[in-house]
């Protein structure tokens, strides 16, 4: 039972004492592997999207199974488009900042 009191102890204090960790701004170097990862990410998706595009020819225009398949394959290639917009208004807004730590003599 002392045991179990005094690890209740322990954490309280933890709990209670610890600082929040702030962290610092993301630099330039952790912007350019930002950007990088953003550029990884949307050739991935574009290569998803190309094996999409080859399923949906070889579907048969006909067959209600392919029919139902081509929609479902539409909305994932959605999802995906948005999922590339982003990225590339998140490289952009990452490029932006990295030229403004350049503009303040920051490298």
């Known amino acids: 039972m002392p045991r179990k009191l005094v690890t209740m102890c322990l954490w309280a204090v933890l709990a209670?004492?610890?600082q929040p960790v702030i962290a610092a701004p993301p630099g330039p170097a952790?912007?350019?592997r930002s950007i990088e990862t953003s550029k990884k990410a949307m050739a991935d998706i574009e290569r998803l999207l190309h094996d999409y595009d080859a399923e949906m020819r070889h579907t048969v225009a006909n067959d209600p199974v392919s029919t139902k398949r081509r929609e479902e394959i539409r909305i994932i290639k959605r999802y995906y488009q948005q999922e590339i917009e982003a990225y590339k208004a998140k490289i952009v807004e990452d490029f932006k900042k990295i030229q403004e730590y350049r503009?303040?003599?920051v490298q």
């Open 16 to 18: 209670l004492c610890g």
């Open 30 to 32: 952790d912007l350019q």
């Open 103 to 105: 503009a303040h003599g």
